[in-house]
C-alpha cells in the first residue's frame, strides 16, 4: 500500500491535471492493483464529481470527500458560514478505512501547501504531521521559479517529504517559454529537489490513454508509488 500527497503552488497549479493523469496511468498500466482517490476536503462542486465521472471506483462519494462544503472558499470559512468545524479526525479515519481496501491511494490536496485547512493549519502542516509523501506541481508561467522555492521552503519547514516537483502547462506553452520559465536544473539546484519532468497542455482531460501516456513519460521512478 502507497500513499501520494499532490499539492500545488496555489490553487490552479494543476493538481486536479496530474491526479487524474496519474490515475488514468495506473488503471492502464497496473490494472490489478486497486486505485483509490481521496480529495479529503472540499468546498464547492467540481473535482470530486469528476474523478467519480471518470474513474470506476469502489468508494463512496463520503470516502472520497469525507468533508463537503458548499461555499467555494477556505475550509475554515466555508465550515463557518454552515456554522460547521473542520473535522480532520473523521478526514484521518476515513484515509484509513480507504487505506485498508487500496494498493494505491492518490490524495489531491486543496489549494497549495500554504492553504488554510483550519485557522491554525496549513496543507503543509498536515503533510507533514501525516507523514504523508507529497508531490508538488509547479505550473509553467512567469515567477515560477521563486514559487517553486517558496513552496519548498514552507514544505522543508513543515517537515514534509517532499518526493519531487512536477511542472505542469496549465495553458498552450513553447519549449522556449518551458525553458525560460521553469528551467528543471535551475529549480532542482535552488531547492534540491528532483524535477520530475513537465506535463504540456492537454487540451481533452477526458481522454485518459493520452494522459496515461503524458504522465508515463515523467520520471516516475522516483515516486514511491509507481516502483
Known sequence: MNTLLITGTDTEAGKTVFTTALAAYWQIYYPQRRLGIMKPIQSGEGDRELYQKLFSLDQSASEITPLYFKAPLAPPIAAARENREVDLGLVWQTLEK???????????????LGSPITSELTVADLAGEWRLPTVLIVPVKLGAIAQAV???????????????????????RTEAQI??????????SLTNTPVLGCVPYLENTSDLEKMAQVISNLD????????
Do not use: F, K, Y
Open 179 to 188: 525553458a525560460d520559465w521553469t528551467p528543471p536544473q535551475l529549480i532542482q
Open 220 to 227: 516516475l521512478e522516483t515516486l514511491t508509488i509507481c516502483s
Open 98 to 112: 480507504v487505506r485498508s481496501r487500496h494498493d494505491i491511494i492518490l490524495i489531491e490536496a486543496l489549494g497549495g
Open 150 to 172: 517558496a513552496n519548498v521552503a514552507l514544505a522543508r519547514q513543515s517537515r514534509v517529504h517532499l518526493v519531487g516537483i512536477v511542472l505542469n502547462c496549465v495553458e498552450p
